[in-house]
DNA sequence: CAACCCGATTGGTCTATGCCAATCTAGGAC
DNA sequence: GTCCTAGATTGGCATAGACCAATCGGGTTG
């Protein structure tokens, strides 16, 4: 129709699209046909499917095991941050949450937790790490910083079984707001070790300042979630 | 130290940690080496050095440009999603923000719309698309559905500037809560097209649902930003 | 029967190379 | 001087093939 030259979709995208479109119908995990024998079909190289798939990939839209093979990604999950905990969140939705506690120890405030717990750095803080599973499956890796001093805070979290739970009935913490930014990362080496991503894969990266009723800051969590498996959700109310 | 076989780092890996150093002390704007130039020194193949690149394009910490070169990428802005506008997110950071409208009309509901606006399907709705601009950049696209009669709504928002004042001083419609979903996704032609990003490159898809005062749904908006130029940060206050 | 091993299959990394497309620069035409 | 063109340079796309690593299935071995 236009006479006006338009450029031709590269060969990697138009295979991308039929992907989409090829596994708009298939239920989650079928798998879909091998590299090679999607080059051959095409008429193209390995490299130009593997281009094409390795995108599907970051969009959480396929997933690929060696020596297995590439198949139909789960439907993303949906978490609400509110001041509610995750595993709430997750259980929300029907699902089984859980917490692997990699670390809990008391640690000498570095620069950028002193800086935002607004204490002098070298400061003793709390630091907790965490791995955040749903249905088995590590999701997240969350490292938190808790400023004060909390006696006996190991014990309480193991009883609470929730941190904002162990705040609130252990020390009589009240919470007053959260601020979370949210921004977008890919795999290295360690997402690929804790959270069995890929390598390259996109990540949520989200950081969590919680202030309690004196707005005096009391935790800062750094969190990495897997991002072709999670959606947030933040419920903003009216100033009045 | 370990006599446990340790799994050896991708080459393409390396590198990208190597560039990660190198330009850790450059100013935004400054050209790398060329990729030809990389594989030469790494004696690697381009291949290896545009995989590294890719992912530290995808990451916003390069930029890249055909004809020109890779150079280093300005640093993220932070965008607070609370109950302002965009314009004021950007100009409380000391930066110059625009929009520029690409249609304003009257359209009947589709399903989605219909759902989140609880409006039967077809009803008409306003729909207003528009990109948003930072010091003359494009960084996001933006389709917003209104719900309702908003009789002289084109001239009331240019007078205006902004959706929220519009509404509030137009019509009177105070808003009580936002609900934000925030996802990645990756850039296919459209964004490429629309925003200038590179295909493949990490987005942040954001739906916004906006209720007035009486728990109505009037706002339903999807936005594509730059995932490598933003951050978002999100204001919760506790309930009470 | 269970445990093991081996080979086929599949994705992961990498090479070497070619050509296309966008950009920039140096020279020449006017 | 301005404009334009022709190369050189740079990133973008794609090929063909090699070898590695993880997985899985079937057959052998105990």
Known sequence: MSAEAVAPLPKYYVLKTDLVELIANLAPG??????????????????????????????GRLGRIQGHGTFVAPPKLTHVRQLT???EDVRAQGLRPAAKTLALSTVPADNEVAEKLTVPPGTPVHRLERIRLVEDEPLAHEVAHLRGRLPGFKAKLEKA??????LKEGYGIRLLDVEDT??????GPEEVRLLG????????????LVRDAEGIPVEWTSSVFRGDRFRFVARIKADG
């Open 197 to 208: 991503v890929e390598m390259g894969s996109p990540l949520l990266v989200v950081h969590r």
């Open 161 to 166: 079984g929730s941190l904002y739970t162990a």
């Open 30 to 59: 079928t798998l879909i046909p091998t590299e090679r024998a999607l080059a051959d079909r095409y008429g193209t190289s390995r490299t130009t499917v593997r281009q094409a798939i390795s995108e599907l990939v970051a969009e």
């Open 85 to 87: 905990s995750f595993s």
């Open 182 to 187: 949210v921004e977008t990362a890919l795999a």
